[in-house]
C-alpha cells in the first residue's frame, strides 16, 4: 500500500494559512519502554516526510523526552508562530482532554504563541481499514501455518475476534472500543465478537477470555488495539497465552498493533487538514465532564488540569528488557515494588485508577488554577469482579471458581 499524498502543500501551509508560518506538534503520552518511544518518534518521522517544509516535531507528557515544551521551544526555534497540536491517541480520555490541552494552554499564556488543538485519531474508515490490515496479517499467517501442516484453515464463522483496548475511566473512550470492535466483526464476518481491556475498566483480558472461550469456537484472534508497543501490550499477550495454555484445544491467534500503517499516518494528516480549516469537532455530548453521563454524573464541570508534573521529563528508561517490553516489570499485572525496577510506561497503580478526571468544559479554556495534589475521581466500578480491583488480588484457578 503506498504511502497516503500530502494534505498541506508546504508552500501554501507556512505562508497562505492564517497566522502562519505554521508547524505541527504530535502530542505523546510517553513510555519508559524503548521500543514504544522509538515507534512514536518513527511515527513523526513519516509524518515529516509527508509534510515536506513544514515543522513537525513531537512531545511527550512524561517518562521520556522531548516533552512537549521541547517541541514548542524547537517549533519556534524555527519561526513557527502557529502550531497545530494534535494528540498522538486513539480516543479522547483524560489525557486527550486534560492533561496535553491544560499542558498547551499553559505554555501558551507563557509565551504568546498561538496553539490551536486538534482531536484524537478516534473512529473513521481510515482507522477501521488499518486495524483490518492488522488482522487480516494474522489471518493469513494462521492460515499458512494450517496449509503447512495440510489442515484446513479454520472459517471465519467459526473465529472468534477479540479487540483489546487500553481501558480507561472515561465511558465514552471505552465505548468507542467496542464500536470497533463491531465494525470489525461485521466487515470480516466473524462468527462472534468480544470486546475486553488491559486495565483500568472490565472486563479484563484474562477473565474476558476465560468467558469468551465458553462459546465454542475453534479459533480466538486476539487484537490489541494500541498504537504502540509497551507493558500493556505484553500483559495482553502474557494473559492470553494463561487462557490458551488452559485450552490447548483451541487455536489463539495474536494480531499485531496498528503501528505506523500508512492509513494511521493518513489519519494524523486529516486531523491536522481539520485544526488548518477550523474543522475540529470533539465529542462532547457523550463526554463526562460536560454530560450527565449515566454513573458519572459528579464529574461534570471538574476542572481541567494535568497530573504528569512529577513525572515529566524522566528519561530513565526500563532496563529489565533489551529492546520489546516483556511486561517484567509487571507480572501478571502486579508491579514489582519501586527500588527494585525500572517501571514501563504509566502505571503508577495508586489505590484508584490512574485516568485524569478533568473537564475540558468551555472548549479547551485554561482559566484555572493549577493544583497538582495529584488526586483523581474514583472509578466507579474499580471493584467490579471482571475490572480493574482483580489486577491486584490473587485471583483462584478457573475450576475453583466457575463462574470466571
Known amino acids: 500500500m503506498s504511502n497516503p499524498a500530502p494534505l498541506l502543500d508546504c508552500n501554501a501551509a507556512l505562508s497562505a494559512v ?55 521551544e524547537s517549533l ?27 499542558v498547551l494552554n499553559t505554555y501558551s499564556a507563557e509565551t504568546g504563541l498561538r496553539i490551536d488543538y486538534g ?25 499458512a501455518a494450517a496449509a503447512g501442516r495440510r489442515e484446513a484453515p479454520v ?52 477473565p474476558g477470555l476465560r ?36 485450552h490447548p484445544e483451541l487455536e489463539f491467534v495474536d494480531a499485531s498493533y496498528l503501528g505506523d500503517h500508512p492509513l494511521v499516518l493518513n489519519t494524523f494528516l486529516e486531523r491536522v487538514q481539520e485544526v488548518v480549516h477550523g474543522e475540529t469537532q470533539m465529542n462532547c455530548s457523550l463526554c463526562k465532564y460536560r454530560a450527565q453521563v449515566l454513573g458519572f454524573e459528579n464529574e461534570v464541570g471538574a476542572p481541567q488540569q494535568s497530573h504528569h508534573h512529577h513525572v515529566e521529563g524522566l ?25 527494585h525496577r525500572h517501571d514501563h510506561g504509566h502505571h503508577h497503580h495508586h489505590d484508584h485508577p490512574h485516568d485524569h478526571s478533568h473537564s475540558h468544559e468551555g472548549g479547551h479554556d485554561h482559566g484555572h488554577s493549577h493544583d497538582h495534589g495529584h488526586t483523581h475521581a474514583p472509578y466507579p466500578h474499580a471493584d467490579h469482579p471482571l475490572g480493574p480491583r482483580t489486577l491486584y488480588k490473587p485471583r483462584p484457578k478457573p475450576e475453583e471458581n466457575p463462574g470466571v
Open 18 to 72: 492564517e497566522g502562519g508560518p505554521i508547524g505541527v506538534l504530535i502530542c505523546g503520552h510517553g513510555s519508559r519502554n524503548r521500543q514504544a518511544v522509538g515507534e512514536f518518534a518513527q511515527l513523526a518521522e513519516g509524518l515529516r516526510e509527508l509534510l515536506p517544509g513544514v515543522p513537525v516535531e513531537y512531545g511527550y507528557l512524561e517518562f521520556a523526552r522531548p516533552i512537549l515544551r521541547d517541541g514548542l
Open 76 to 102: 519556534r526555534a524555527q519561526g513557527v508562530k502557529r502550531v497545530l497540536a494534535v494528540p498522538g491517541m486513539l480516543f479522547a480520555a483524560g489525557h486527550a482532554k486534560n492533561d496535553i490541552p491544560s
Open 119 to 143: 482531536r484524537e485519531l478516534g473512529v473513521v474508515l481510515s482507522m477501521i481499514q488499518a486495524a483490518g490490515a492488522r488482522i487480516r496479517e494474522a489471518l493469513d499467517a494462521s492460515d
Open 155 to 206: 472459517p471465519l464463522s467459526d473465529t472468534l475476534l477479540v479487540v483489546v483496548g487500553r481501558g480507561s475511566s472515561d465511558p465514552d473512550a471505552n465505548s468507542n472500543v467496542s464500536k470497533v470492535a463491531r465494525m470489525l466483526v461485521e466487515g470480516f464476518g466473524f462468527g462472534w465478537g468480544e470486546t475486553v481491556y488491559s486495565g483500568v475498566t472490565f472486563p479484563l483480558v484474562e
Open 211 to 246: 468467558h469468551a472461550v465458553k462459546l465454542g469456537f475453534r479459533r480466538i484472534v486476539v487484537f490489541p488495539y494500541f498504537l504502540f508497543s509497551g507493558v500493556l501490550v505484553s500483559r495482553i499477550r502474557q494473559h492470553t497465552q494463561l487462557v490458551a495454555s488452559d
Open 315 to 339: 528519561v530513565e528508561a526500563c532496563t529489565l528488557c533489551e529492546h520489546e517490553c516483556t511486561g517484567a516489570c509487571q507480572p501478571d499485572g502486579i508491579p514489582i515494588p519501586l527500588g
